[in-house]
């Protein structure tokens, strides 16, 4: 999959690791609360909540902060209210970024991520700037170790998918990225639960529909612009339509 999506994988320098345990932490905690507030707080009846504290076990939350957020989202608890953001703006070399966050306070996620941008000389785009550099799909995630291609390609296909991708997960983990028109999400992902594939994920996404190869210094700056993205609580998921080599990959992360 070309360029960075919310489950490419973008290399993390020394010392990382805790910061970004601390972070997927955060992200399942307010899938499950936005979860249960939409559809309820029993998983046998919410899809979208049964995803989320499967994403949630994987990363070890612990259960009495898994029962509290699904409270919590359900009002059964006082807690905060979250509201969806989207951000569109242009990255170094002209990469067109879309940035989606949660938050329980708008002010402060605005100013912390125009700040982002304006200390690296950066503006945030006016609504719909970047994305037409992408298309809105409906995407499905899948391990790759534990299922066959040609049989979820079959499947996938049957129930309206349009590509299968092959990329990593937020812990590197390889995976299938099943892309299918936005309509179709609902009907591919009934189809593969009832075939009995193992979900990691699902929702709605962002494809680039167009890419801009990146080298050099401006690969670097990128790469530090889009990790520092990622490192902010309030950032959900984040899409680029940048295009790295292999070999530059290497070379940034050696220098790092």
């Known amino acids: 999959m070309a360029g960075h999506s919310k489950w490419a ?17 955060s992200k399942v905690v307010k899938d499950i609360m936005v979860a ?17 504290i499967s994403k949630a076990k994987a990363v070890s ?20 209210a979250y509201e969806e953001i989207r951000y569109e703006a242009y990255g170094p070399g002209g990469v067109a970024l879309i940035i989606e966050c949660l938050t329980d306070n708008r002010n402060r996620t605005s100013a912390e991520i125009r700040h982002i941008f304006t200390k690296r000389s950066l503006a945030l785009g006016a609504s719909g700037s970047a994305t037409h550099s992408f298309r809105r799909i409906g995407q499905v995630l899948i391990g790759s170790e534990e299922v066959d291609e040609e049989t979820l390609m079959m499947a996938a296909m049957e129930y309206g998918a349009d590509d299968i991708l ?7 983990t390889p995976v299938f990225l099943i892309v299918c028109e936005v309509a179709d999400l609902e009907q591919l992902r009934q189809g593969l639960e009832d075939n009995d594939f193992l979900l990691k994920e699902y929702g709605l996404g962002w494809l680039p529909s167009t890419e801009v190869e990146v080298v050099g ?3 670097e700056k990128l790469i530090f612009l889009l990790e520092t993205l990622e490192e902010n609580d309030d950032v959900q998921n ?15 992360v050696g220098a790092t």
């Open 9 to 25: 994988n973008i290399k993390h320098r020394k010392g990382a690791q805790d910061a970004k345990r601390s972070k997927l932490f």
């Open 166 to 172: 092959e990329t990593l997960d937020d812990s590197g």
């Open 36 to 52: 249960a507030r939409v559809g309820g707080p029993d998983p046998d009846a919410n899809p979208r909540l049964r995803l989320a």
């Open 61 to 80: 939350l612990p259960r009495e902060n898994l029962d509290r957020a699904i409270k919590k989202g359900a009002g059964l608890l006082d807690g905060v």
């Open 238 to 252: 984040l899409y680029s339509n940048h295009s790295i080599s292999d070999e530059e990959m290497t070379r940034i």
């Open 217 to 219: 210094d401006t690969a």
